[in-house]
Structure formats: C-alpha cells, structure tokens
C-alpha cells in the first residue's frame, strides 16, 4: 500500500487543492483537475493507494461545499475499488 498524506490545513480555494492533489500523487499527465477526474483516477489507477487528509475542518470550513464533495467522492471511489483506502481526520 502506498501512501499518501495530503494537509488541507492551507487551501484556500478548489484551485489549490487541485494543485496540492497534482503535487502529492502521481496523477496522469492528462488528468483534468476537477473532482470527475480525481473519480476517474481513483477508480480506474489508484489501486494500492491508503490517502489520508487531514486539516478538513479547516478546509471545509473555507470551501463548504466542495469539500464535502470531495469526502463523498472519496468514499464512492473507495466503496468501487477495493484497493484504494481513504480517510479524513479534522
């Protein structure tokens, strides 16, 4: 399992946490940068991986909605690939 710690605790925007997920894992070259493309990866390239972020009462306390979309989407993808673990500590 490989894995990766990502720290909410300075996004400020979608804008740096997409920046921040294309610094911390090894996404594809064409991955899009929006939550249906982190779906996609962790669906279809992410076997193996434990992602573990924390800082979320923080973020989600600056960006609301869509961090609570990322938590969902997280879970979905975890739920469809059994290989992938995620989790969120505040």
Not at 26 to 54: I, K, M, N, R
Not at 63 to 80: D, F, I, P
């Amino acid at each position: 399992m490989t894995k990766y710690e990502i720290d909410l605790h300075e996004i400020y925007s979608a804008d740096d946490l997409q920046g921040l997920l294309e610094e911390t894992l090894p996404l594809p070259d064409y991955y899009g940068g929006t939550l249906d493309a982190l779906y996609d990866v962790l669906t279809e390239q992410s076997a193996g991986w434990s992602l573990h972020f924390t800082g979320c009462a923080e973020a989600e306390a600056v960006l609301g909605k869509y961090v609570r979309s990322l938590k969902r989407m997280c879970e979905r993808a975890a739920q469809e690939n059994e290989k992938l673990e995620v989790s969120f500590e505040d």
